[in-house]
């Protein structure tokens, strides 16, 4: 059974184990953090003295309801966001601008450069960053492109591949920089069904090899429980965090198990006290 490590809502069971390859000091520390931003007519409190610790290695899932402040607290940690109040740290340094060390996948097809080739998308940023020679960022871009199983795509035009074959570079592009923390934002959300499956196990197949670090935003409590190590829930707009629960132990291979639709069953009570359609946190 899958225990709860913070609930507001349920009693806290036993603390979770770590991940292997993990490190129980944290990377990155989001601490009392409230973020803003400014709409034409007012100004909207994204989420509210947020509280977050991740340990080297971890698969973080950021749970909730459409704006509850999942992806503004993402592109905080990548620096493109101020808090208002509390603080980000990486590796104990405070987060004031984006950097390489945090790389993010987005949900977009058209992140990619269209004029650029799949190899060429996934070197621009290593040549623009300067820590390689040539022939080594040539070595790591084709070692990554290997790794998402697009070498016979490798001269292809992103106008050429499929979605999920996009979203692939993407994640290559990504990892390739060799990031501390990978940020994700929905990056299989615009996929459908078959190929949404596919890419999260082929992303847990990706991570068992190298163990980033990872931060995914997601409205599927399953994508939550199948693809994290941990998932934070948010509350309904401004975010806070209403639990923090260890998913480890779950899979595809006991995605149909008792205890995995119990898990299911609580985060689904979190998020509508028992109402609403189970599987996806959207304000009705």
Known sequence: MAWPLRNAAFSPGLPA?????????????????????????????????????VRRGERTMLLGPSGCGKSTLLKAVGGFIRPVAGHILVRGQPVVRPGPDRMMVFQEFDQLLPWKTVKQNILFPLQISGQLTSSEAEERALAYIEKVNLTKFR??????????????????????????????????????????????????????????????????????????????????????????????????????????????????????????????????
């Open 17 to 53: 184990k770590s991940v292997p390859g993990t490190s129980s000091s944290p990377i990155l520390e989001i601490v009392d953090v409230t973020l803003q931003y400014k709409t034409p007519v007012s100004v909207v409190t994204a989420t509210l003295g947020v509280t977050v610790r």
């Open 155 to 284: 001269d292809a035009y992103p106008h050429t591949l499929s979605g999920g074959m996009k979203q692939r570079v993407a994640i290559a592009r990504a990892l390739a920089m060799e990031p501390e923390i990978l940020l994700m934002d929905e990056p299989f959300a615009a996929l459908d069904a078959l190929t949404r499956r596919r890419m999260q196990e082929e992303l847990l197949e990706l991570w068992d090899q190298i163990r980033c670090t990872m931060i995914f935003v997601t409205h599927s409590i399953e994508e939550a429980i199948l693809v994290g190590s941990r998932t934070v829930v948010l509350s309904p707009h401004p975010g806070r965090v209403r639990a923090e629960l260890n998913c480890r132990q779950f899979g595809f291979h006991n995605q149909d198990s008792p205890e995995f639709s119990d898990l299911r069953h609580r985060i689904n009570a979190m998020l509508f006290g028992g109402r609403g359609r189970e599987g996806t946190a959207t304000n009705a």
